[in-house]
């Protein structure tokens, strides 16, 4: 029998416990990690900032266009309840589930089936909004922040 050589990303790469390499390896590790993970958040909060900015001409070119917001509702997951929201705004997919208040607040508008839900309704929580909506979705599922804004400014949405 002869023995085969370590596949990377298997249990036995990198240097044994036992050995000082190993943990220098491990701490090595870490930190590329750490960097990876830093990096990633950075690219995200300058995203968000780009989406805001966005939004925030939206809101502008809206008052002025009279585009009249309307009230927002969340939707279950399935799709088949509509829940009260006390937002007011646009929805910026013909699907309804992402939107953007009158304060230039992003939201997902989705949330699971409920009764409580149906009873009192949802306050959906603002989120960091992306330069994408829906990015790494289905084909065809989704679109720039920039060409969403638009399509409401059209009449489209």
């Given at each position: 029998?002869?023995?085969?050589?370590?596949?990377?990303?298997?249990?036995?790469?990198?240097p044994a416990?036992?050995?000082?390499?190993?943990?220098?390896?491990?701490?090595e590790?870490?930190?590329?990690?750490?960097a990876?993970?830093?990096?990633?958040?950075a690219?995200?909060?300058?995203?968000?900032?780009?989406?805001?900015?966005?939004?925030?001409?939206?809101?502008?070119?809206?008052?002025?266009?009279?585009?009249?917001?309307?009230?927002?509702?969340?939707?279950?997951?399935?799709?088949?309840?509509?829940?009260?929201?006390?937002l007011?705004?646009?929805y910026?997919?013909?699907?309804?589930?992402?939107?953007?208040?009158?304060a230039?607040?992003?939201?997902?508008?989705?949330?699971?089936?409920?009764?409580?839900?149906?009873?009192?309704?949802?306050?959906?929580?603002?989120?960091?909004?992306p330069?994408?909506?829906?990015?790494?979705?289905?084909?065809?599922?989704?679109?720039?922040?920039?060409?969403?804004?638009?399509?409401?400014?059209?009449?489209?949405?």
């Amino acid at each position: 029998m002869t023995s085969q050589p370590p596949v990377p990303g298997g249990p036995t790469d990198g240097p044994a416990p036992q050995d000082p390499q190993a943990a220098r390896w491990r701490a090595e590790r870490r930190e590329a990690a750490a960097a990876h993970a830093a990096a990633l958040a950075a690219r995200q909060h300058a995203e968000s900032t780009r989406a805001r900015a966005m939004i925030a001409e939206f809101l502008e070119a809206a008052r002025a266009r009279g585009v009249a917001p309307v009230a927002l509702h969340v939707r279950s997951y399935d799709g088949r309840s509509r829940y009260r929201t006390p937002l007011a705004g646009w929805y910026l997919r013909r699907d309804e589930t992402v939107g953007v208040d009158t304060a230039g607040e992003f939201y997902v508008l989705t949330a699971p089936s409920s009764l409580v839900s149906r009873l009192r309704g949802v306050h959906p929580t603002p989120q960091d909004p992306p330069l994408v909506i829906g990015a790494g979705g289905k084909d065809g599922e989704s679109i720039d922040m920039r060409d969403a804004l638009a399509r409401v400014l059209s009449g489209e949405v």
